[in-house]
């Protein structure tokens, strides 16, 4: 059975960092593209960074040079540095993981509150 558990997620002023994690089991992260969505209240979810199969990163333009996405293949694990948040950066974040750009999970998720 395939899991995926968040964590790090909390209340922080603006400015201030979360350093977001989501373990994985069940499943294979060398042969999968994982990332991190968000979703704010009234809003639709969206892609916030991903790392693809062979390594590359990518992000929304919003949180580039701010946020940093890395994994660890090894520990079925992904991470989200989040850095200088903004009050906008506020909303649920979901772990996703799409395997040979087949099968989709998705984590519970994690709220991030950035206080102004």
């Known amino acids: 059975q395939v899991q995926l558990v968040e964590s790090g997620g909390g209340l922080v002023q603006a400015g201030g960092s979360l350093n977001l994690s989501c373990v994985g089991s069940g499943i294979s992260f060398s042969v999968s593209t994982v990332g991190w969505y968000r979703q704010a209240p009234g809003n639709q979810r969206e892609l916030v960074a991903a790392?693809?199969?062979?390594?590359?990163?990518t992000y929304i333009d919003s949180v580039k040079g701010r946020f940093t996405i890395s994994k660890d293949n090894a520990k079925k694990t992904v991470f989200l540095q989040m850095n200088s948040l903004k009050p906008e950066d506020t909303a649920v974040y979901y772990c996703h993981v799409n395997v040979l750009d087949r099968t989709q999970y998705w984590g519970k998720g994690t709220l991030v509150t950035v206080s102004a």
């Open positions: 790392v693809r199969i062979t390594g590359t990163p």
